[in-house]
């Protein structure tokens, strides 16, 4: 396996577990985005290396994964995940997904220091609700310095100042 194609299998597997672990009521899209942010800018900041290899970009609500599309494709695909989409609250196309984890994370993916990371942001953030991490992000600097439709870039990962 390339190391592609790991970065590729970590991502997977970091959902996976997130799904299993931090799936709150409140566990969307857009909290999953930002809890697979913090995964990758906190490995970062400690590590000098993302875990997932991907790339994120400035949106509205915060930061999100280049490849978190098909990746969640895939994972439904694999029969691993199940993506509900939700109406909320009866309000016109205002929907939120719920996902199901049908099979649980291969940590075999993760190193040590990787496990740490996933583990810590689960811990970390698992209570916050959606509006919160969505805050959250947006006071760091990685988001603050970025554009809108633009990367983000790492180099203000070492700002952050959560702890986990």
């Known amino acids: 396996m390339d190391k592609k194609e790991k970065q590729r299998e970590k991502f997977k597997n970091a959902i996976l577990y997130f799904v299993r672990y931090c799936n709150t009521k409140d566990l969307g899209a857009t909290k999953l985005n930002k809890l697979m942010y913090y995964l990758d800018f906190l490995h970062h900041r400690d590590f000098k290396v ?3 290899g991907d790339y994120y970009i400035n949106n509205k609500y915060g930061p999100v994964p280049n490849s ?35 099979e649980n994370p291969d ?14 942001v689960c811990k970390k953030f698992k209570g916050y609700s959606t509006k919160e ?3 959250q992000t947006h006071l760091e600097a990685p988001w603050f310095y970025s554009k809108k439709g633009d990367k983000i870039n790492f180099k203000y990962a070492q700002s952050i100042e959560v702890k986990l």
């Open 107 to 120: 940590m075999s993916f993760f190193n040590k220091e990787e496990k740490k990371t996933l583990m810590g």
């Open 68 to 102: 978190i599309k098909p990746i969640i494709s895939s994972l439904k695909r694999s029969g691993k995940l199940v993506v509900i989409k939700q109406i909320l609250d009866g309000q016109d196309c205002v929907t939120k997904k719920e996902y199901t984890g049908k």
């Open 133 to 135: 991490i969505v805050a």
């Open 50 to 52: 993302s875990v997932t």
